[in-house]
């Protein structure tokens, strides 16, 4: 199976198909979306995306980390960390598609 | 923020839109990102972060209450890594 990247090209030019908008809009509503997100969250709030998964926030104490080519100590200052929990339907949907590209590599040998 | 309120707030943002448009953009975006990853593929939104799936290898497990051994087939997991732009948000802004 070889791998693709989606970017923000693909997501704007779906929307741009499913919506009807221009895709200049199109586009400016993705980044709109990507940005009340990282809002949410820069205000610590966990954000809820039913049947797709939750982003959480998630606050490191301060420790003691090593440079590993010096060896020598470093203090990892206190900080947040997002965390993303993919919900369970998301993971079925990975899973079935993974089922399915199993059968398709073995119809081929 | 559920996915209702982010459907609330863009609606307020874009008075020229219909509430069940904006609520096919945002359906449409994670179905779309949801799509990428059962296929195998990389979403990767700079600034943001990148999905991906990865491969858990089947293994042995355990039943935790009878220590009964099971067999775990192999899995895909998603997986999102918080951008650099975004990680620098989360701790700038207090």
Wanted: hydrophobic share 40%.
């Amino acid at each position: 199976m070889t791998e693709r990247t989606v970017t923000r090209a693909q997501l704007s030019e779906a929307v741009y198909q499913e919506v009807g908008l221009s895709r200049n809009e199109s586009a400016d509503l993705l980044e709109l979306v990507l940005n009340e997100i990282t809002d949410a969250l820069a205000r610590g709030e966990a954000v809820k995306i039913s049947s797709f998964g939750s982003f959480s926030i998630r606050s490191k104490g301060q420790r003691i980390g090593r440079n590993p080519k010096t060896g020598e100590e470093v203090p990892i200052l206190p900080r947040r960390v997002l965390v993303f929990r993919a919900s369970q339907l998301l993971k079925n949907r990975i899973n079935a598609g993974l089922a399915k590209a199993a059968v398709r590599g073995k119809k081929q040998t | 923020m559920t996915k209702s309120e982010l459907i609330a707030r863009l609606a307020e943002l874009n008075p020229h839109l219909y509430q069940r448009d904006v609520e096919r953009i945002v359906t449409t975006i994670f179905d779309e990102i949801a799509a990428a990853l059962a296929r195998g593929d990389r979403v990767e939104l700079r600034g943001f972060g990148a999905f991906s799936v990865k491969k858990r290898d089947a293994r042995q497990g355990r039943n935790p209450r009878t220590g009964a051994a099971v067999d775990v087939s192999e899995k895909a997991v998603p997986f999102f890594k918080t951008g650099k732009q975004l990680r620098e948000r989360l701790n700038t802004s207090q």
